[in-house]
């Protein structure tokens, strides 16, 4: 399961280190690897990883690529609330909705 999270164009983007500290903040050893297919962010103890746009170290969509059986409840919780932090909302088949 996926869940899209994305920031309105008309916000200045979420630079990569500003992502990471917001997830920092909700208690994840959180790490970014950039690699050639694209950006990655890896929560220590959890299956569930992010994968993150990145232009210059700038972003406004990721995708929440969820482990198996963490769809619900922890990591994803706190997930949804540090990217909220920073002003981005998510996205499902009924459209967007709000993550703080």
Do not use: C
């Amino acid at each position: 399961m996926e869940t899209l999270l994305k920031l309105h164009e008309s916000e200045t983007p979420s630079t990569i280190a500003e992502v990471l500290q917001a997830l920092r903040k909700e208690h994840f050893e959180a790490r970014h690897e950039a690699k050639a297919w694209g950006d990655w962010i890896y929560l220590h103890g959890y299956t569930t990883v992010i994968s993150i746009e990145s232009n210059r170290g700038l972003s406004r969509s990721a995708t929440i690529e969820h482990g198996e059986g963490e769809e619900e409840g922890e990591p994803t919780k706190s997930i949804l609330k540090s990217f909220g932090t920073l002003g981005w909302h998510g996205v499902d088949e009924e459209g967007e909705f709000p993550l703080s």
